[in-house]
T-cell receptor, first 116, second 113 residues
Framework: GAGVSQSPSNKVTEKGKDVELRCDPI?????LYWYRQSLGQGLEFLIY????????KSGLPSDRFSAERTGGSVSTLTIQRTQQEDSAVYLC??????????????FGEGSRLTVL | SQKIEQNSEALNIQEGKTATLTCNYT??????LQWYRQDPGRGPVFLLL?????KEKRKERLKVTFDTTLKQSLFHITASQPADSATYLC????????????FGIGTKLQVIP
């Protein structure tokens, strides 16, 4: 696609429900990142994928959070038993590493999650 | 512990002046540093990347410096315009196979006409 696409753009859910957030990276981009941004805060790293592998999951806040990537393309971030503190904008970015470095990250517009 | 520090307070400057934003870091050995712009309700947009062995990078009205001894990067916008008003984020990338990119909290810039 032309850019990184995220869906849904907005999600309102009740506490305790599970949610799935989807990211379609730019075609051919091998690296994919998930970040979380709470109101007025910076980007909190969650996880990154190189291909379908996730070398670093250290940013996932709890075992209620999981992510997968299939076919080296689409990624899904799943939050189980959502809590109010999970309310934030979840941003996905993709990149094509060159010369051993990641380089420019291309971000989607984010999925705004509100947990009531 | 690792830290990336940016002025958390907003920076207000007059149109036409040069805006200078600071990014300091501790307990990192970054292979490169990036600057992004973020507008409200939007995802960040890449502006510039500077590698550890580079001192300065320019792109149009933007200039970035990188001092690995001071562990600091400065981001300058010359001849600033109201359209430059946004939040500016610095991000560190680490070397080798470890490709995590970590962001600072950002500095909000307001250019006053």
């Amino acid at each position: 696609g032309a850019g990184v696409s995220q869906s849904p753009s907005n999600k309102v859910t009740e506490k305790g429900k599970d949610v799935e957030l989807r990211c379609d990276p730019i075609s051919g981009h091998t690296a994919l990142y998930w970040y979380r941004q709470s109101l007025g805060q910076g980007l909190e790293f969650l996880i990154y994928f190189q291909g379908n592998s996730a070398p670093d999951k250290s940013g996932l806040p709890s075992d209620r959070f999981s992510a997968e990537r299939t076919g080296g393309s689409v990624s899904t971030l799943t939050i189980q038993r959502t809590q109010q503190e999970d309310s934030a904008v979840y941003l996905c970015a993709s990149s094509l590493p060159k010369g051993g470095i990641i380089g420019e990250l291309f971000f989607g517009e984010g999925s705004r999650l509100t947990v009531l | 512990s690792q830290k990336i520090e940016q002025n958390s307070e907003a920076l207000n400057i007059q149109e036409g002046k040069t805006a200078t934003l600071t990014c300091n870091y501790t307990n990192y050995s970054p292979a490169y540093l990036q600057w992004y712009r973020q507008d409200p309700g939007r995802g960040p947009v890449f502006l510039l990347l500077i590698r550890e062995n580079e001192k300065e990078k320019r792109k149009e009205r933007l200039k970035v410096t990188f001092d690995t001894t001071l562990k600091q990067s400065l981001f300058h916008i010359t001849a600033s315009q109201p359209a430059d008003s946004a939040t500016y984020l610095c991000a560190l990338g680490e070397s080798g196979g470890y490709q995590k990119v970590t962001f600072g909290i950002g500095t909000k810039l307001q250019v006053i006409p």
